[in-house]
């Protein structure tokens, strides 16, 4: 089975600018979570989805927003670029957030932002 | 590699030993644990993981050790091996009820091993 694809691996933007991230789910699962991972705050929590709806959301500013297609595939979309917004982008993928044990989310490799 | 935070603790075993990795939750509430192993370059890879009606689950050359009453959490690697080398995160969970909430990731700890 495949596993969780990002796209792009990496980016440069320049401040001001928005970008948008790809991420294709492991066949079958149907709810998507993004991360956001620097080396000063660790991996934080931005938000998750199932169904095409957002279920959850971490403490980030309005800038920082998502979507779920109907075909599980998620995006992530960040306006107004700061230079504090490079970092690396994880999406991961569980089988259902609706049944015990299914918690178990499988990363992708990240897409790789730097803002200049 | 791109996960490694400025002061990550920091954990060298020599090839063939034992390795513990240590960490500390934050939440009481929290039922469910995970740990990932994160290589240079690549997303978190997942080991192993606990709900908190358990205080240990064997997986292979792995063990994870959970002690509620003083909230925290262990990771056991047998016979540690070069290809272990990576930086390690626990995280939990707290479940809403049958729903789950998103995973709260600790800052991790880097094993080297010392061929």
């Known amino acids: 089975k495949a596993g969780v694809t990002q796209t792009p691996r990496y980016l440069i933007k320049t401040r001001g600018q928005q970008v948008t991230l790809s991420c294709s789910p492991i066949?079958?699962?149907?709810?998507v979570s993004w991360y956001q991972q620097t080396p000063g705050q660790g991996l934080q929590f931005l938000f998750e989805?199932?169904?095409?709806?957002?279920?959850n959301k971490g403490n980030f500013p309005g800038r920082f927003s998502g979507r779920q297609f109907s075909n599980s595939r998620s995006e992530m979309n960040v306006s107004t670029l700061e230079l504090g917004d490079s970092a690396l982008y994880l999406c991961?993928?569980?089988?259902?957030?609706?049944?015990?044990?299914?918690?178990?989310?499988?990363f992708g490799p990240g897409t790789r932002l730097t803002v200049t | 590699g791109e996960s490694v935070g400025l002061h990550l603790p920091t954990l060298s075993v020599q090839e063939g030993d034992n390795s513990i990795i240590n960490c500390a939750y934050s939440?009481?509430?929290?039922?469910?644990f995970i740990w990932y192993k994160q290589e240079s370059g690549k997303g978190p890879q997942f080991i192993i993981d606990?709900?908190?009606?358990?205080d240990k689950r064997q997986g292979q050359r792995v063990t994870v050790l959970l002690n509620k009453t003083v909230k925290h959490l262990s990771l056991q690697i047998a016979a540690t091996q070069p290809g272990d080398s990576a930086v390690y995160f626990c995280?939990?969970?707290?479940?809403?009820?049958?729903?789950?909430?998103?995973?709260?990731f600790g800052k991790g700890t880097k094993l080297s091993v010392k061929p």
């Open positions: 606990i709900r908190s009606n358990m």
């Open positions: 066949s079958g699962h149907r709810s």
């Open positions: 989805y199932f169904s095409e709806t957002q279920r």
């Open positions: 995280a939990e969970m707290i479940s809403y009820g049958g729903s789950q909430g998103n995973l709260i």
């Open positions: 939440n009481s509430a929290s039922d469910y």
């Open positions: 991961a993928s569980s089988g259902s957030i609706q049944i015990q044990g299914q918690g178990r989310r499988y």
